[in-house]
C-alpha cells in the first residue's frame, strides 16, 4: 500500500527533526488560536499520517477522526494514542480521502484538516470533489483548514540554482501532475498556488486566512545542511513567525496554510 515504507521512517525523517517541529508548530499555533475559542471540537483529519496532529489535537480535549490511506501510518498513529491514554478521543479510520463520503462518519464535524501536503496527492477535479463531499461532514459555518504546497517554493528554487541544475529550478511551476518519489514508491503530485486552490473550493466556501507555512524555514530534505547551524534555524524560525502575517509569502514558501469556512 502506498505511504506504508514511509510510515517507518517518517517521524524519525520530518516529524522529530528541528525543521519539521519548527513547520508544524506554525501550522498548529494557528489552528489552536481556533480551536481555544470553542471547546470539545470535533475534528476530522485527513492524511492523518503517524497521528501527531491527531495526538495534539485530542490532548487539547477535541475528538478526532484520524484517517489515512496507510495502514501502516494509523498503525504508528494507534500506538501514539495509546501511550499518550487519548485512544477514547481518537477514532482511527483506514480510508483514501477520495472516498471519504463513503465512510460511516455518524457525526458533523466543526474541522476538516489536513496537514503537511496531503492534498497535494489530488488531481483538480479530485479536489473539487472534495469540497463537495466534506460540505455535507461539516457543521454550518465549518472550517476547512489545509496546509498545501504550492507551485514555487523559494527555497527549493535556490537550492537547485547552486546545484547546477537549472531544470529543476521551477519544476513545481506546472499545472500538471510530477512524479515524486517517496521511499522508493511514485507518487503523482499536483501543486497549487494558493489562488488556484481557493479556485477549486470556492463554490462552498470562503477564505479566512492565508498565511505562509516555511518561507525562511527550509523544506525538510535540506534538514541535514542545518544540522551544526542550530541558532540560525531558530533564527528562520522566529522569521517565519514575524512574516506569517503577509498572505503574498504563502505563494513562494514551503507550504501555505488556507483557512476556509463553508458558506452553504
Given at each position: 500500500m502506498k505511504f506504508d515504507r514511509a510510515a517507518q521512517t517518517?517521524?524519525?525523517?520530518?516529524?522529530?527533526?528541528?525543521?519539521?517541529?519548527?513547520?508544524?508548530?506554525?501550522?498548529?499555533?494557528?489552528v489552536d488560536a481556533v480551536l481555544d475559542k470553542?471547546?470539545?471540537?470535533?475534528?476530522?483529519?485527513?492524511?492523518?499520517?503517524?497521528?501527531?496532529?491527531?495526538?495534539?489535537?485530542?490532548?487539547?480535549?477535541?475528538?478526532?477522526?484520524?484517517?489515512?490511506?496507510?495502514?501502516?501510518m494509523l498503525d504508528n498513529a494507534e500506538t501514539?494514542?495509546?501511550?499518550?491514554?487519548?485512544?477514547?478521543?481518537?477514532?482511527?479510520?483506514?480510508?483514501?480521502?477520495?472516498?471519504?463520503?463513503?465512510?460511516?462518519?455518524?457525526?458533523?464535524?466543526?474541522?476538516?484538516?489536513?496537514?503537511?501536503?496531503?492534498?497535494?496527492?489530488?488531481?483538480?477535479?479530485?479536489i473539487e470533489k472534495l469540497s463537495e463531499d466534506v460540505l455535507f461532514l461539516l457543521k454550518p459555518g465549518g472550517r476547512f483548514i489545509a496546509v498545501v504546497m504550492p507551485q514555487y517554493c523559494f527555497w527549493e528554487s535556490l537550492y537547485f540554482l547552486l546545484k547546477g541544475k537549472s531544470r529543476q529550478v521551477f519544476r513545481r511551476n506546472t499545472n500538471e501532475s510530477i512524479p515524486v518519489r517517496v521511499e522508493g514508491e511514485t507518487v503523482?503530485?499536483?501543486?497549487?498556488?494558493?489562488?488556484?486552490?481557493?479556485?477549486?473550493?470556492?463554490?462552498?466556501?470562503?477564505?479566512v486566512k492565508l498565511q505562509p507555512i516555511g518561507f525562511f524555514i527550509p523544506p525538510s530534505y535540506l534538514g541535514p545542511a542545518f544540522d551544526k547551524k542550530r541558532?540560525?534555524?531558530?533564527?528562520?524560525?522566529?522569521?517565519?513567525?514575524?512574516?506569517?502575517v503577509i498572505p503574498f509569502l504563502a505563494s513562494y514558501s514551503d507550504h501555505f496554510l488556507i483557512d476556509l469556512e463553508r458558506v452553504n
Open positions: 517518517y517521524d524519525a525523517d520530518f516529524t522529530n527533526t528541528p525543521i519539521g517541529r519548527l513547520q508544524r508548530n506554525l501550522v498548529l499555533s494557528y470553542a471547546p470539545d471540537l470535533k475534528i476530522l483529519e485527513l492524511n492523518a499520517g503517524t497521528g501527531e496532529d491527531a495526538i495534539h489535537f485530542a490532548a487539547k480535549g477535541c475528538s478526532v477522526s484520524a484517517t489515512d490511506i496507510s495502514a501502516k501514539k494514542a495509546e501511550d499518550f491514554g487519548l485512544s477514547g478521543l481518537i477514532q482511527i479510520i483506514r480510508c483514501d480521502m477520495r472516498e471519504i463520503a463513503n465512510q460511516d462518519l455518524q457525526m458533523e464535524y466543526d474541522i476538516v484538516f489536513s496537514n503537511f501536503g496531503g492534498l497535494n496527492c489530488l488531481s483538480p477535479s479530485e503523482k503530485t499536483w501543486y497549487y498556488s494558493p489562488a488556484r486552490f481557493y479556485r477549486l473550493m470556492k463554490k462552498n466556501f470562503r477564505k541558532d540560525l534555524l531558530k533564527f528562520l524560525g522566529k522569521l517565519d513567525r514575524v512574516i506569517r
